[in-house]
């Protein structure tokens, strides 16, 4: 089993940063590594992606604007968020999925664990 925990979100103005973090009770080493994200009345979306050998892949409403990193020994991901927009408003989710590489399709019924989530809002 593998527990993870979102902290790091909090209420904005529109154009500031935040850094989502998520810790992991596991080494996240051979994991490929997810942000999702999830807006009240929407489906859950794939934001950035990390594995293995550190291959990222973003969504393209968030590419040069986040940047998804993880620190293997301290078993941390996080999610840098800068120019933050109103329709980045949404639950923050992290979610591992066991096996080394990331689909090239981000599906959540992927993935193996998920934490609770951290609430982000981005306000005009």
């Known amino acids: 089993q593998v527990q993870l925990a979102e902290s790091g979100g909090g209420s904005v103005q529109a154009g500031v940063s935040l850094r989502l973090s998520c810790a992991s009770s596991?080494?996240?080493?051979?994991?490929?590594m997810t942000w999702f994200r999830q807006a009240p009345g929407k489906e859950r979306e794939a934001v950035a992606s990390?594995?293995?050998?550190?291959?990222?892949n973003y969504a393209e409403s968030v590419k040069g604007r986040f940047t998804i990193s993880k620190d293997n020994i301290k078993k941390i991901l996080w999610l840098e968020m800068t120019s933050l927009k109103p329709e980045d408003t949404a639950m923050y989710y992290c979610?591992?999925?066991?096996?080394?590489?990331?689909?090239?399709?981000?599906?959540?019924?992927?993935?193996?664990?998920w934490g609770q989530g951290t609430q982000v809002t981005v306000s005009s």
């Open positions: 596991r080494s996240i080493v051979t994991y490929c």
């Open positions: 990390t594995d293995r050998y550190l291959t990222t």
């Open positions: 979610a591992a999925r066991t096996t080394w590489t990331c689909p090239a399709v981000s599906r959540p019924d992927l993935y193996n664990y």
